[in-house]
């Protein structure tokens, strides 16, 4: 699992950097490609740690890759807010600052109301020891992207 993580943070890492920094006119075409790749190897990885049986899987897979559709909207509009920060990077006022922050805590919101969401309708076609090790990998998962989207982001000026 650890090697799992450690691969995953590597293959993050190299995307989140260049879609942070890419300036290109399909930027939003880039992100959305990441996105996609991520929740592949999420995908793969989560399955991997998991251990189910095959029903197990059947019920599984349909809940997960609906969680991973309303993830993929989160993610964009976590993208947004890092190209709103970068678009007002060196000369942040403060009325830009209110609006970032107050997307960055609705996003966060967002987030956890979406894994409680889905908790719960997993809870419903697995053992609960099964859906809380997802829980644990999600939120492994999602700590290794936030680190490096923190990473590529500098201090407010």
Do not use: C, H
């Amino acid at each position: 699992m650890k090697k799992i993580l450690i691969a995953f943070a590597a293959v993050a890492a190299l995307g989140a950097t260049e879609a942070t920094l890419a300036q290109t006119t399909n930027a939003r075409d880039d992100t959305e490609l990441l996105i996609s790749q991520i929740q592949t190897d999420k995908r793969a990885i989560v399955l991997s740690t998991l251990q189910l049986t095959d029903p197990q899987v059947q019920a599984f897979t349909p809940i997960y890759d609906e969680y991973q559709r309303e993830m993929k909207d989160l993610m964009t509009r976590g993208s947004e807010i890092i190209n709103k920060f970068a678009a007002n990077y060196g000369a942040m006022t403060d009325d830009a600052a209110k609006d970032i922050m107050k997307d960055f805590f609705k996003l966060r919101d967002d987030r956890n109301a979406v894994l409680e969401k889905y908790s719960k309708r997993m809870q419903k076609a697995l053992p609960p020891t099964k859906v809380l090790q997802w829980l644990q990998v999600e939120n492994k998962l999602n700590a290794l992207l936030d680190v490096e989207a923190a990473a590529s982001i500098p201090i407010s000026r």
